[in-house]
T-cell receptor
Framework: EAQVTQNPRYLITVTGKKLTVTCSQN?????MSWYRQDPGLGLRQIYY???????DKGDVPEGYKVSRKEKRNFPLILESPSPNQTSLYFC?????????????FGPGTRLLVL | QQQVKQSPQSLIVQKGGISIINCAYE??????FPWYQQFPGKGPALLIA?????SEKKEGRFTISFNKSAKQFSLHIMDSQPGDSATYFC????????????FGKGTKLTVNP
């Protein structure tokens, strides 16, 4: 089954404790992206990757890191989480961006930073 | 210029009624307008999309109407059903810039039985 998977689905942590949210897609997609979803603010892009070893900032990159060492994986790293990073996070992937394309979203990771 | 403004924020419709969600944009470079549907606990999923070379696209009970001159597009859900209750996001992007999929803030639709 073609899908985007994220782990963990739920995470409670404390301020300053480094964490990683994994994202994997099995569709051989070139493009991957991370979003956060907050009430009243919709979906905002954190980082995206056009291909392996190619990443760039989205609209709200502060406090986050990403890496793209393999085509299928795009982990999101919070080096020192803060309470304002409490949110619902989605990973997405798309086949390619030579033409506008459908982005496929993962099931989400709900993060609470105490 | 990058914003997509979506309204209403929430919508309550009776079963069998028509649900209408509106979006407006400023950036005339946008040339792809998808709508996403999100159920509680799930990620957004593409529902229907339109390009500006047509004024309307219909898929089953879902129709996108597009007004290029007004820079507006809307989603119409005909014969709304309780199973349509979800949050709907409009979005926009442009060829060559698809990494910058710009989302509206979402509309929570509730369809009462």
């Amino acid at each position: 089954e073609a899908q985007v998977t994220q782990n963990p689905r739920y995470l409670i942590t404390v301020t300053g404790k480094k964490l990683t949210v994994t994202c994997s897609q099995n569709m051989n997609h070139e493009y991957m992206s991370w979003y956060r979803q907050d009430p009243g603010l919709g979906l905002r892009q954190i980082y995206y990757s056009m291909n392996v070893e190619v990443t760039d900032k989205g609209d709200v990159p502060e406090g986050y890191k990403v890496s793209r060492k393999e085509k299928r994986n795009f982990p999101l790293i919070l080096e020192s989480p803060s309470p304002n990073q409490t949110s619902l996070y989605f990973c997405a992937s798309a086949r390619g961006l030579d033409v506008p394309e459908t982005q496929y979203f993962g099931p989400g990771t709900r993060l609470l930073v105490l | 210029q990058q914003q997509v403004k979506q309204s209403p924020q929430s919508l309550i419709v009776q079963k069998g009624g028509i649900s209408i969600i509106n979006c407006a944009y400023e950036n005339t470079a946008f040339d792809y307008f998808p709508w996403y549907q999100q159920f509680p606990g799930k990620g957004p999923a593409l529902l229907i999309a339109i390009r500006p070379d047509v004024s309307e696209k219909k898929e089953g009970r879902f129709t996108i109407s597009f007004n290029k001159s007004a820079k507006q597009f809307s989603l119409h859900i005909m014969d709304s059903q309780p199973g349509d209750s979800a949050t709907y996001f409009c979005a926009a992007t442009w060829q060559g810039g698809s990494e910058k999929l710009v989302f509206g803030k979402g509309t929570k639709l509730t369809v009462n039985p």
